[in-house]
């Protein structure tokens, strides 16, 4: 039985809202540039294999604030670069950056609200547990989220990054629970899969999509599913 539940947080309980190609076109179209949501949304794709590279090769820039930011405002750069406005990739970079620091530029999933509700009637202690910048816990309080949570732990604050068993257990402090009775809840079997049991954390990965079949892992489809497994 689980005493406590952690979860991740982007695509896991927030998605971009609107999308980083809706919010790169309203932005060039605010700073005078002749380009359309159709232009960026063919480069979504590389921008996503673009933070992989750079995740893969060394993804400690989620280990400070400075570096959190720095890899969102080099995603921007680059789309900006391949859609031919390189000379305003700062300014766009910028732009769009600031507008995913409010809550206005997030959705939070519809399964997301029940799920914490009824894990707390249940008495279990939650926690976020993110790879994010050390704003984390103020975009949480505009979303309406952080009265579900005990703790938030940010890799940016603390100074640790999934998959870092010792984000993990920094988290178990915060919370005072013991890793085996934890489950933590995230969409990236890497991060969230890897890491938890490396703290010996029970992993669950959120699998809207259907991509991570065999990974390895306890999957739900959606969060609503969450409260039958633990």
């Known amino acids: 039985m689980a005493d406590a539940v952690f979860f991740d947080v982007g695509a ?21 540039h002749a380009l359309s949501v159709r232009d960026f949304e063919p480069h979504m794709p590389a921008m996503d294999a673009y933070y992989e590279a750079e995740y893969l090769r060394d993804g400690d820039f ?52 029940a ?13 976020v547990v993110s ?18 949570f005990d703790a938030v732990v940010s890799s940016a604050a603390v100074g640790y990054r999934k998959p870092d068993p010792v984000i993990f257990d920094l988290a178990c402090e915060a919370v005072g629970v013991r890793p085996e009775v ?21 992993p669950v990965i959120v699998d809207r999509s259907g991509a991570q079949e065999g990974c390895g892992y306890e999957r739900v489809a959606a969060l609503t599913e969450l409260a039958g497994l633990l």
């Open 12 to 32: 896991t309980l927030i998605r971009p809202c609107p999308s980083v190609a809706e919010t790169m076109a309203r932005v060039a179209a605010e700073r005078g």
């Open 182 to 202: 934890v489950v933590h809840v995230g969409d990236r079997p890497d991060a969230d899969g890897d890491g938890a049991a490396a703290a010996g954390v029970r």
């Open 62 to 113: 989620w280990c400070s604030h400075e570096g959190s930011v720095a890899i969102w405002l080099d995603q921007y750069r680059f789309v900006c670069h391949r859609v031919g406005i390189g000379a305003d990739a700062e300014g766009m970079a910028r732009a769009v950056h600031e507008a995913y620091r409010r809550a206005e530029g997030w959705e939070v999933y519809p399964d997301v609200a």
């Open 131 to 148: 790879n994010w910048d050390a704003e984390l816990e103020d975009l949480l309080r505009e979303l309406r989220l952080l009265p579900y």
């Open 115 to 127: 799920c914490l509700r009824e894990l707390k009637e249940r008495g279990l202690a939650l926690a």
